[in-house]
């Protein structure tokens, strides 16, 4: 009996353990895919306040789980694109309410800052993707 009741206070103890925020998993929508070896690639969604604003970026709540993550403002922020490769982040249409079909010819914008959240469609090869929603 004494065995049973310390193996069910062990097991009550470790369900108070605090989960991580993502339950273990890897979230790739909070952390940016590393295509470029900048230093602005690798700082971007980082929690590193000090590298963030070295990099000229600022520590900002994001997503659904409010995080604060390092978000860059990009210098090509707006420009007219055909491809992820024309921008320093991704290209995209942000008016998702007129977004144009995936698989069909599209021309988008240089996102405007590292932060992966919201609702986008992306351009890659002068085609549309699929419409997404990151939270």
Same mark, same amino acid.
């Given at each position: 009996?004494?065995?049973?009741?310390?193996?069910?206070?062990?097991?009550?103890?470790?369900?108070?353990?605090?989960?991580?925020?993502?339950?273990?998993?890897?979230?790739?929508?909070?952390?940016?895919?590393?295509?470029?070896?900048?230093?602005?690639?690798?700082?971007?969604?980082?929690? &590193?306040? #000090?590298?963030?604003? !070295? $990099? *000229?970026?600022?520590?900002?709540? +994001?997503?659904?789980?409010? %995080?604060? =993550?390092?978000?860059?403002?990009?210098?090509?922020?707006?420009?007219?694109?055909?491809?992820?490769?024309?921008?320093?982040?991704?290209?995209?249409?942000? &008016?998702? #309410?007129?977004?144009? !079909? $995936? *698989?069909?010819?599209?021309?988008? +914008?240089?996102?405007?800052? %590292?932060? =992966?959240?919201?609702?986008?469609?992306?351009?890659?090869?002068?085609?549309?993707?699929?419409?997404?929603?990151?939270?």
């Amino acid at each position: 009996m004494k065995r049973i009741l310390i193996a069910a206070a062990a097991l009550l103890a470790a369900a108070c353990q605090p989960m991580p925020a993502n339950d273990g998993k890897t979230d790739l929508a909070e952390a940016p895919p590393v295509v470029q070896t900048s230093s602005v690639q690798s700082v971007a969604g980082s929690e &590193d306040a #000090a590298a963030c604003a !070295a $990099a *000229g970026g600022k520590m900002l709540p +994001q997503g659904r789980m409010q %995080s604060v =993550r390092c978000v860059i403002t990009y210098a090509d922020a707006g420009q007219r694109c055909t491809d992820g490769d024309d921008c320093a982040g991704d290209c995209r249409v942000d &008016d998702v #309410a007129n977004a144009p !079909a $995936a *698989g069909t010819n599209a021309v988008g +914008q240089c996102q405007a800052s %590292s932060s =992966r959240f919201g609702c986008y469609t992306t351009i890659e090869n002068g085609k549309a993707e699929a419409t997404i929603c990151v939270d």
